[in-house]
């Protein structure tokens, strides 16, 4: 990407649902990203499925979890770059309730 110029990645408090007070920062992942990476690429869906439960730990879901990998993947990836990274914790309920 020889004509970047800066990255802007918006994120949200989402991925760290499991801590109770969140700061402007990105957190350790729960994992090493890449070493899930390869061992998910060589087990089959039911050796994924029993092992899940253990990998989250204290995430909500899979969405959660794999967004907090997903974190640490882009910090790594782009710490050449004018990076700013921003962690939203003002979310809004996409329905509402009569």
Same mark, same amino acid.
């Given at each position: =990407?020889p004509?970047? +110029?800066a990255? @802007?990645?918006v994120?949200? *408090?989402?991925?760290n649902?499991? @801590?109770?007070? +969140?700061?402007e %920062?990105?957190? $350790? $992942? $729960?994992?090493? $990203?890449?070493k %899930?990476i390869d061992? /998910?690429?060589? =087990?089959?869906?039911?050796? %994924?499925?029993? /092992?899940?439960?253990?990998?989250?730990?204290?995430?909500?879901? *899979?969405?959660?979890?794999?967004?907090a990998?997903?974190?640490?993947?882009?910090? +790594?990836?782009?710490?050449?770059y004018? *990076?700013?990274?921003?962690n939203?914790?003002?979310?809004?309920?996409?329905?509402? =309730?009569?």
């Amino acid at each position: =990407m020889p004509h970047l +110029v800066a990255l @802007i990645h918006v994120s949200t *408090t989402y991925c760290n649902c499991d @801590i109770d007070e +969140v700061d402007e %920062i990105v957190y $350790p $992942p $729960p994992a090493n $990203p890449q070493k %899930i990476i390869d061992a /998910i690429e060589w =087990m089959d869906e039911d050796l %994924i499925t029993s /092992i899940t439960a253990k990998l989250l730990r204290n995430h909500l879901n *899979t969405y959660a979890y794999t967004k907090a990998l997903a974190e640490n993947i882009f910090v +790594v990836a782009c710490c050449h770059y004018l *990076t700013l990274y921003c962690n939203s914790s003002m979310e809004r309920s996409t329905s509402r =309730m009569d």
